[in-house]
């Protein structure tokens, strides 16, 4: 992790420090003056940073991808979202154990299971302490809905195995051989404690607390380049978690001015968390393996500046965390749970071994991102529509032609809107 951030963060200089140079008397002249078309530096792209909703990971802390601070005093955002999970409710063994899976289970496997839309909300609020540091409180809310609501179209297994039909791979999934559309998910733990939701169910995540310091290494007329520095603490609201998390995130951002109204960002997170630091409530549950995690972000976006002070930005996020479930050596293994333990999600074995390999693989997501900040009364506001999707969809498998062999559908298809608003004087 270190070396990835280290060598990108040269890499970055790499094009920075020449192109710092590069400003010509014309253009110092034209930025100095008071009617510039343009600010005498160009302006990092605000990720709108989705994070994934597979079940295992939306009880815990989700700390943000940050580039730049916010130039207004306060800055409150709402961030809605729909992706659809699905996998047939396994049961895990633990490493070494050989025997199959039956209706009485023994103690020592895990159940999981998972078939629905996770509808997703966080609301955030930011405010400056100093021009470089900025301190900010989010709450996480999710909803499981089975899909057939309207609203949830866009990501419903209606629609998702219409486009797999059409791509000439029918029930790719086993979704239809399950049943289109239903909702629910399991935990069991190796204590047998047992964590079900059903359709309809809201639940709550974290209340995520932190402060982040920026530091500015180059910054003129044509390049900004900018290392940001966090530290983030988790209040778990659900009975999924019972402790308090902390984590820490270091990160670099270069925004370069390729004229008057367009740039390009790109920007580098990596992140570091623990998920039981000090005991809040009695636990009623223990499913996760590891209590430390990591992750790296990394986005690059271009943008065009308006006059008028809007702007137009569209990029692309990726977002790689690792695991909470333990990779042993002697590896653990899974098999399909009789369906007395749910009420979906059981049929073929076809694709088990992806989807436990899921589970304890690190996972990987590409979003596609828009982004507008309108000129005029609107200008305080900046809107973003973004879809995001398993990286490791577009892994071939032996024979190279079936683009969907990675896929882990822990989280399949997410569509989202974000809402920024910044509001008070900036001094």
Request: aromatic share 10%; charged share 20%.
């Amino acid at each position: 992790m270190p070396s990835i951030f280290t060598q990108t963060l040269a890499f970055m200089a790499f094009i920075a420090i020449p192109l710092a140079h590069a400003a010509t008397p014309e253009t110092l002249a034209e930025c100095s003056s008071a009617n510039a078309p343009f600010p005498c530096a160009p302006t990092h792209t605000q990720p709108p940073d989705p994070k994934p909703s597979e079940p295992i990971r939306v009880f815990g802390l989700r700390m943000p991808f940050k580039t730049s601070p916010i130039t207004g005093r306060h800055v409150l955002s709402l961030t809605t979202e729909g992706a659809n999970t699905w996998s047939q409710t396994l049961a895990i063994a633990p490493p070494g154990d050989d025997a199959d899976a039956t209706a009485d289970l023994p103690d020592s496997y895990k159940i999981y299971g998972a078939d629905g839309v996770i509808r997703s909300g966080r609301l955030q609020y930011t405010t400056r302490i100093t021009d470089a540091q900025e301190v900010e409180v989010a709450l996480n809310m999710f909803m499981l809905v089975n899909g057939g609501s309207w609203a949830d179209f866009l990501v419903s297994d209606t629609l998702i195995e219409a486009f797999h039909t059409s791509y000439g791979e029918d029930d790719l999934f086993d979704r239809r051989q399950n049943g289109l559309n239903k909702a629910g998910i399991i935990f069991r733990d190796r204590d047998r404690n047992v964590m079900k939701l059903n359709d309809g169910d809201l639940f709550l995540g974290t209340v995520d607390i932190g402060t982040t310091k920026y530091v500015d290494l180059i910054k003129n007329e044509r390049v900004l380049l900018t290392l940001n520095f966090g530290a983030f603490a988790g209040i778990p609201l659900n009975s999924f978690n019972s402790h308090l998390a902390l984590g820490g995130s270091v990160g670099s951002a270069l925004s370069v001015r390729l004229g008057e109204h367009n740039s390009i960002t790109t920007a580098l997170a990596l992140q570091a968390q623990h998920e039981k630091v000090i005991p809040i409530r009695e636990s009623k549950m223990n499913f996760k393996d590891n209590d430390v995690l990591a992750a790296y972000q990394f986005l690059i976006a271009y943008n065009y500046d308006m006059d008028g002070g809007g702007r137009f930005s569209g990029g692309f996020e990726f977002y790689g965390p690792s695991s909470p479930l333990s990779k042993d050596k002697n590896p653990n293994r899974a098999e399909l749970a009789a369906a007395h333990y749910t009420s979906n999600q059981v049929g073929s074995d076809r694709l088990l071994d992806r989807k436990f390999d899921s589970l304890i693989n690190s996972s990987e997501y590409i979003s596609a991102f828009i982004a507008l900040k309108p000129s005029g009364f609107l200008n305080a506001l900046t809107f973003y529509l973004f879809v995001q999707e398993d990286w490791k969809v577009f892994k071939s498998d032996d024979r190279g032609n079936r683009a969907f062999v990675g896929s882990t559908n822990a989280q399949d298809w997410k569509v989202g809107v974000k809402v920024r608003g910044e509001f008070g004087d900036s001094d």
